[in-house]
């Protein structure tokens, strides 16, 4: 039986703003891009069903609150699986095996009715799909395949009677700017997460000592000295922890007047909290969206590759080090300059310089399994599993707790900021 593996990836809109998630699955099945024989295919799509059904049973609320695109099969939508999820949740994707089923579109349509929003997934040119964009809300169109011609003509449709068309595949600069050329609403792809590096961070904290004080609250045991020292170094530093530790949250009968006090006031975890909302914030004190986003993907990363150390022996690294290599896999996002510059001025080991950069050793092993478990390349995660000698069965509910904890930190982070 093959490895099974569930991942959830951004679908962002023309302006980089994620306004939701398509859960991608991975498992024993051949059914996606494979043919088998039909009885063969058959028993699958049901030991897939099962498979999805237990999942979703177990964690759906680790996937709730935020929009949720995911492909129903026949037996899925027979199942009423769709209704582990609200309405306001889920968007039900359809492909070419349920359309040409009556009985699957019977449910299809008895879910619209119920108040869920429906998506077809690479949406064709042709009579059976073109039939029902009166009961869809969502056009997926695969960029990297379909003609220009087509292309055109379907989002000009579509756009006409109030539909969204979200770009697929766009995994390049010009089918990204083919697909805003075009007038799609949004898009999804490797190409799209990529833009938002392009954004400029206007945040004066965003300086070599924020990283080094990133580094020096994140260690096992912190030095409440060095601590001291690298926030006296820098003006901007000592006066938002200064007007920090005075608020109504923080103030003691006497008012703080140096860093120590702050510090010792504060404490390393609320210390760590706030660091993260520094980054993700502007001059003006604002937590910038753009940047929410890599903020949260660096809480993500940096649980994930702290947790699958556990579960390995072949990667001489600490915790600490773990989570410091999924923590600054953002900074070349975060930060207007080279990664290779950034890492330059922070002391981190060489083993994590060379992951970060070159992928290079066990180190960078454990992070290309991230990186590939993120694009849902499950060839490499299998080999990169092997390689490492982690069990690929404990990947999806490492990855679907850590992404738990993300949101938990960024919730944290939001209520110390008054957000």
């Not at 024989?37 to 049973?57: G, M, Q, R």
């Not at 600490?318 to 923590?327: R, T, V």
């Not at 991230?370 to 499950?378: F, G, L, T």
Request: glycine share 4%.
């Amino acid at each position: 039986m093959a490895n099974k593996y569930i991942v959830r990836r951004p679908i962002k809109d023309t302006a980089s703003r994620v306004i939701g998630y398509e859960i991608l699955y991975h498992g024993e099945n051949a059914l996606y891009g494979k043919e088998e024989p039909a009885k063969e295919a058959k028993v699958n799509e049901f030991a897939v069903a099962d498979t999805i059904y237990s999942f979703l049973t177990q964690n759906s609320e680790r996937v709730r609150g935020s929009l949720n695109f995911m492909t129903f099969t026949t037996t899925l939508l027979m199942k009423k699986v769709p209704h582990l999820f609200d309405k306001e949740d889920l968007v039900i994707q359809i492909d070419d095996s349920v359309i040409i089923h009556p009985l699957a579109m019977h449910f299809v349509q008895m879910f619209k009715k119920e108040g869920y929003r429906i998506a077809v997934n690479d949406f064709q040119f042709a009579p059976r799909y073109v039939a029902l964009i009166d009961q869809i809300d969502y056009i997926k169109l695969d960029f990297a395949s379909m003609s220009d011609t087509s292309l055109a003509n379907l989002i000009e449709i579509a756009n006409g009677m109030g539909k969204h068309c979200i770009a697929c595949n766009v995994d390049t600069e010009e089918l990204y700017q083919k697909a805003l050329s075009y007038g799609v609403s949004e898009l999804e792809g490797e190409a799209v997460a990529a833009k938002l590096a392009s954004q400029a961070h206007d945040s004066s904290y965003l300086q070599s000592s924020f990283f080094r004080l990133l580094i020096a609250v994140s260690k096992d045991e912190p030095d409440i000295d060095e601590i001291e020292q690298i926030i006296s170094m820098d003006a901007t530093l000592t006066y938002a922890l200064l007007r920090l530790a005075n608020t109504v949250q923080f103030a003691t009968r006497n008012r703080t007047t140096t860093v120590h006090q702050a510090v010792m006031n504060i404490g390393i975890t609320q210390l760590q909290r706030w660091i993260y909302l520094l980054c993700a914030s502007n001059e003006q004190g604002e937590v910038d969206e753009f940047f929410e986003e890599f903020l949260k993907l660096s809480f993500m990363r940096a649980n994930f590759c702290s947790a699958l150390l556990n579960h390995t022996n072949r990667v001489p690294i600490s915790k600490n080090d773990a989570y410091l290599m999924g923590m600054f896999s953002t900074l070349d996002y975060l930060i207007d300059a080279p990664i290779e510059v950034t890492l330059e001025q922070v002391a981190i080991s060489d083993d994590i310089k060379n992951a970060l950069l070159h992928r290079e050793g066990p180190a960078g092993a454990l992070y290309a399994l991230v990186q590939c478990y993120e694009d849902a390349d499950w060839e490499s995660v299998t080999r990169l599993c092997d390689a490492l000698g982690i069990a690929p069965n404990l990947l999806t509910s490492l990855y679907f707790e850590c992404m738990e904890q993300a949101e938990e930190i960024w919730k944290s982070v939001n209520q110390m900021g008054g957000n």
